[in-house]
């Protein structure tokens, strides 16, 4: 089964900056990989799909990009409300394994 | 408005069984794969399961393969889990998605708020 690596495991960074977490997949999955938020005690929400397509009603300041086995989802200006878990996720077949999640928190 | 509402989520002892349900609204069921994902206190996401739009066709994550099935029925918009031989391991908030396709190899873009297992004695 493919295995999926993100990193960093977490990160802290100031409002404005520009965070990037990266998403890796032990063989090839093309662009089928997803990006998901899930924010303290909420229920997960799509962000991003087909790794750089953004979900509607997602802010722009979120983007995606990558294709094979390297993702990378970048935040160009931190909010607090995006304090959050981001998860990545395969879906060309099953399983649909998630990364294990990077946590971003404002410092 | 796309609405899932899990139930059957509870205190169960190992060794023992479940059936979890997820009520679907807003969209044409029998059009869409679902799935279930669950998360223990504290961890990640693990993906569960998928279920075809059609329900000919079933996937399981090796951890629970045997012991859990999932089902459908379209006369009730109802997506099941079936969880049988529960072990502490499976102790978890169970979420129903929907998937953006129906054959189970797209992104989940709907969640329910899910429903809690927990599995001890």
């Known amino acids: 089964d493919i295995q999926m690596t993100q990193s960093p495991s977490s990160l802290s960074a100031s409002v404005g900056d520009r965070v990037t977490i990266g998403c890796r997949a032990s063989q090839g999955i093309s662009n089928y990989l997803a990006w998901y938020q899930q924010k303290p005690g909420r229920v997960p929400k799509l962000l991003i799909y087909a790794a750089s397509t953004l979900q509607s009603g997602v802010p722009s300041r979120f983007s995606g990009s990558g294709s094979g086995t390297d993702f990378t989802l970048t935040i160009s200006s931190l909010q607090p409300e995006d304090v959050a878990i981001y998860y990545c996720?395969?879906?060309?077949?099953?399983?649909?394994?998630f990364g294990q999640g990077t946590k971003v928190e404002i410092k | 408005e796309v609405q899932l509402v899990e139930s059957g989520g509870g205190l169960v002892h190992p060794g023992g069984s479940l059936r979890l349900s997820c009520a679907a609204s807003g969209f044409t069921f029998s059009s869409y794969a679902m799935n279930w994902v669950r998360q223990a206190p504290g961890k990640g996401l693990e993906w569960v399961s998928s279920?075809?739009?059609?329900?000919?066709?079933?996937y399981y994550a090796d951890s629970v393969e045997g012991r859990l099935t999932i089902s459908r029925d379209k006369s009730k918009n109802t997506l099941y889990l079936q969880l049988n031989s529960l072990r502490a391991e499976d102790t978890a908030v169970y979420y129903c998605?929907?998937?953006?396709?129906?054959?189970?190899?797209?992104?989940?873009?709907?969640w329910g708020q899910g429903t809690l297992v927990t599995v001890s004695s």
């Open positions: 279920i075809s739009a059609s329900g000919g066709s079933t």
């Open positions: 998605a929907k998937d953006t396709g129906p054959y189970g190899d797209g992104p989940l873009d709907y």
């Open positions: 996720q395969k879906y060309n077949s099953a399983p649909l394994t």
